[in-house]
């Protein structure tokens, strides 16, 4: 009884099977059939068939045959959109935002406008890479992201938006951080004539970056790192620069303690301030 259910399970196993298989083959001999089709609306009509049914690669493969056809058309738009929206749900965020941007500048007013600029940022923030590699897509996305606010100040977006701007605001300042440290553990490695070497220059990009980026929660530690700098350059000053470097410290120490009385360096930058208060 057991061998004659385990058998008649396994038969009805591999009719399952064969009956998959027979749709998939049936599935991909419509789809090849589709695609060597000349009738534009055959392709797009399939396309869209494709989307509601999930299955977005298709849906991409045959409106990146049909939109150039399709431009001039009552079909132009829509179709376009589509092609943005398969892309983006493929997770291919540049293509997605190049093809919503497209639709957007094409069709200005269009049905799909604020959605297209909105997702054409937001692709890009999606795509915007680690901070220590090239930012050039998280500018990008920053200055979509700020169009989008001024073309639809009272959209419903409006708060997503401006915290997806903050977030992108922070990875650069953090990028910028980066460098500032970079700059200071260099220290008196020389790669530059000019005096103060590697120290000035993460005085000078953390400056900046406090300039830029006036909100950021690395200001802390921006200012640590020019008190730091301006430290070292400091007590390796020449004699006659001492004086006016030391008090220019001094001038950061309280800078430090007045905006962080009880920040995470205080104890560090207060123990190195004693050390030259005596030469003030």
């Known amino acids: 009884m057991t061998t004659f259910v385990l058998k008649f399970i396994n038969m009805k196993l591999k009719c399952i099977y064969f009956s998959l ?6 599935s991909c001999g419509e789809y090849n059939k589709i695609l060597k089709s000349t009738d534009t609306m055959v392709k797009y009509e399939a396309a869209k ?3 509601d049914a999930g299955k977005y690669s298709r849906t991409v493969t045959l409106l990146e045959e049909v939109i150039p056809l399709l431009k001039g058309t009552s079909y132009a738009e829509e179709s376009l959109y589509l092609q943005a929206q398969a892309n983006y749900v493929l997770k291919d965020y540049i293509s ?3 093809y919503f941007k497209s639709y957007y500048t094409s069709f200005p007013r269009g049905k799909y406008a604020e959605d297209a600029r909105y997702y054409s940022a937001y692709s890009l923030y999606l795509d915007s890479p680690d901070p220590r590699l090239d930012q050039s897509d998280t500018y990008k996305a920053l200055q979509q992201l700020q169009d989008f606010l001024e073309y639809y100040p009272q959209s419903d977006r409006k708060n ?3 915290r997806v701007l903050f977030e992108l605001q922070e990875k650069l300042a953090y990028k910028e951080l ?4 970079l700059y200071y553990n260099l220290g008196d490695y020389t790669l530059y004539s000019f005096s103060g070497g590697n120290y000035l220059s993460c005085v000078i990009t953390a400056q900046n970056a406090m300039r830029t980026y006036p909100f950021s929660k690395y200001r802390e530690d921006y200012m640590y790192y020019i008190f730091k700098s301006k430290y070292e350059m400091a007590i390796q000053s020449v004699e006659e620069k001492k004086d006016f470097r030391y008090r220019d410290v001094a001038d950061e120490y309280y800078s430090y303690v007045n905006d962080y009385s009880k920040g995470k360096y205080i104890k560090e ?3 190195l301030y004693n050390t030259i208060a005596k030469e003030l």
């Open 49 to 51: 068939k494709y989307f």
């Open 269 to 271: 930058i207060t123990k």
């Open 160 to 162: 997503e938006v401006q």
């Open 178 to 181: 980066l460098a500032v440290k």
């Open 96 to 98: 997605a935002s190049e």
């Open 21 to 26: 298989l027979l749709v998939v083959w049936a």
